[in-house]
């Protein structure tokens, strides 16, 4: 079957930095991508990757390596607001979207 | 601004008594998706349309109805709810280019409806 696995949880300090791991099991790969999602809140898209390497936009980077079925996600600077839900999800060879059940991130003082 | 938009944001209903929640998107998208999302899980397809062909996911229970009677709308009609369809459901469009999934196909969210089953 098709798995996405990511930490449950993760608590980290504001003004740190933070990695949530992701690992995947798909019938291909047709990119991935991280989504944030507040609490009661809809998800909003963060990052894209198709090919291997780092994607950094501001304070967030995506990194993947399609032959270890891996990604992650860095936030830098953590404030506040950064207290969420991220999402990691994987495109099938059929275009289909694999979600992972998101990491649930703790930003404290 | 364009966006998706999902009426009503929060619905309570009575164990068998049917729900329709509607979606509408600004955005012109030829893709919409209905997905249903539990607390801390990952969110579950229920179905989507692909321009006007509609596409049912294989687990997705008979109760769950769908119709998209123009571009712009799409309905979730839950025929008899019970307890355990008591969610968030979650409305999303993308544009798809050429061939199916092509591009990055991100996914453009609504608030959500969520689900209280009495």
């Known amino acids: 079957g098709q798995n996405i696995d990511q930490p449950t949880e993760m608590t980290a300090t504001e003004g740190a930095i933070v990695q949530i791991n992701c690992t995947y099991q798909?019938?291909?790969?047709?990119?991935l991508f991280w989504y944030q999602q507040h609490a009661g809140e809809a998800p909003t898209f963060l990052s894209y990757?198709?090919l291997d390497g780092l994607e950094e936009k501001g304070r967030f980077s995506s990194f993947l390596s399609r032959s270890k079925g891996y990604s992650y996600l860095l936030l830098k600077e953590l404030q506040m607001k950064d207290s969420a839900s991220y999402l990691c999800a994987v495109r099938d060879s059929n275009y289909q979207l694999i979600w992972g059940a998101g990491t649930k991130l703790i930003i404290k003082p | 601004d364009a966006m998706v938009i999902q009426n009503p944001r929060y619905q309570v209903t009575q164990f068998g008594k049917p729900v329709t929640l509607s979606c509408s998107q600004t955005l012109n998208h030829n893709v919409m998706y209905w997905y249903q999302q539990k607390s801390s899980q990952a969110p579950k397809l229920l179905f989507h349309y692909y321009d006007k062909d509609f596409n049912n996911e294989a687990d997705t229970p008979d109760n769950f109805q769908s119709r998209r009677p123009n571009t712009s709308f799409c309905f979730l009609d839950i025929r008899s709810p019970g307890l355990g369809d008591a969610a968030m459901y979650l409305c999303a469009t993308s544009r798809d280019g050429e061939g199916y999934g092509s591009g990055a196909n991100v996914l453009t969210f609504g608030a959500g409806s969520r689900l209280t089953v009495l």
């Open positions: 798909t019938s291909g790969f047709n990119g």
């Open positions: 990757n198709v």
